[in-house]
């Protein structure tokens, strides 16, 4: 026993850990749930079995420290901090929800030790099965802004100065129109298509062709196929008109517009007389 505990202050540490491992929630292990703990881990604040004290020795004591009950030396500071905690509220902390989180059960041996040393390590070591508290107003909690509108745009620009809106209307916009097109000039036999056309045909093909005249014939009037020619069609048609040769190809073009001398119009039955 050191010499700074007295052996009656050490003695009545160890009642007050008696009475405190009796109490509803520090009576059973605070991992394992096992019956009557004799050891504790003073640092957390929570009372385990024997199996549960050799686990957190191997985790070190910059996680968790332990003691035994009745055969370490306690002080006055560690059996107060054992007093405010207890398994109850420890477990409150580390493991807030102990029906999703339970402990290893129903298992035997090494495998039982090695599924609880991970429960103990997850629970205190690597705090996963700890609660996320919402942050208080004295810790520096995020205010949270208010819902910007839609006038308050962060691209409108702020109005300048404190005048008066100016109220702008619009000028109307005025729609060009085509121009009027001038009125089509009236129907007179000088400008109708056929004679305009006959005219552009005869300007621009005339450059080309040679001038020649051409005889222009009367159209006889309609007769009977009975009746005979009369006799001044009959002149007519034998005499030609007297065009300048030109030799070659004009020469031909003019001869079939004459009637062929072998021929006669109309064809005409006549009786051969038998001697």
Not at 33 to 42: I, L, T, V
Not at 145 to 151: D, L
Request: with cysteine; glycine share 6%.
């Amino acid at each position: 026993m050191s010499s700074g505990i007295s052996k009656i202050a050490a003695e009545r540490n160890r009642r007050v850990l008696m009475e405190l491992v009796m109490k509803p929630g520090n009576d059973v292990c605070a991992d394992c749930k096992a019956r009557a703990p004799r050891w504790a881990s003073f640092n957390i604040g929570i009372f385990i079995c024997m199996n549960c004290a050799s686990i957190h020795r191997k985790i070190g004591t910059h996680i968790t420290k332990v003691k035994s009950l009745s055969l370490d030396e306690w002080s006055k500071e560690q059996v107060e901090f054992m007093k405010q905690n207890g398994n109850i509220k420890s477990n409150q902390l580390y493991n807030p929800d102990e029906v999703r989180h339970p402990p290893p059960a129903n298992l035997i041996g090494t495998e039982r030790d090695s599924e609880l040393e991970k429960f103990i390590r997850a629970k205190y070591e690597y705090k996963r099965f700890m609660g996320r508290k919402p942050p208080s107003a004295g810790q520096g909690s995020a205010v949270v802004p208010p819902p910007r509108t839609a006038s308050a745009s962060p691209f409108t620009q702020p109005p300048r100065g404190r005048s008066a809106p100016s109220s702008r209307v619009a000028a109307p916009v005025e729609r060009k129109t085509s121009p009027t097109p001038p009125p089509l000039p009236e129907k007179t036999p000088e400008n109708m298509p056929s004679r305009i056309f006959s005219s552009a045909a005869s300007s621009s093909l005339s450059p080309s062709l040679p001038s020649a005249t051409f005889p222009q014939y009367s159209t006889p009037p309609a007769r009977a196929v009975s009746q005979p020619l009369p006799s001044s069609a009959n002149g007519a048609l034998a005499t030609k008109p007297t065009v300048a040769s030109k030799g070659g190809v004009w020469d031909e073009l003019i001869s079939l517009q004459g009637p062929a001398q072998n021929s006669s119009l109309p064809l005409q039955y006549q009786p051969s007389s038998h001697s």
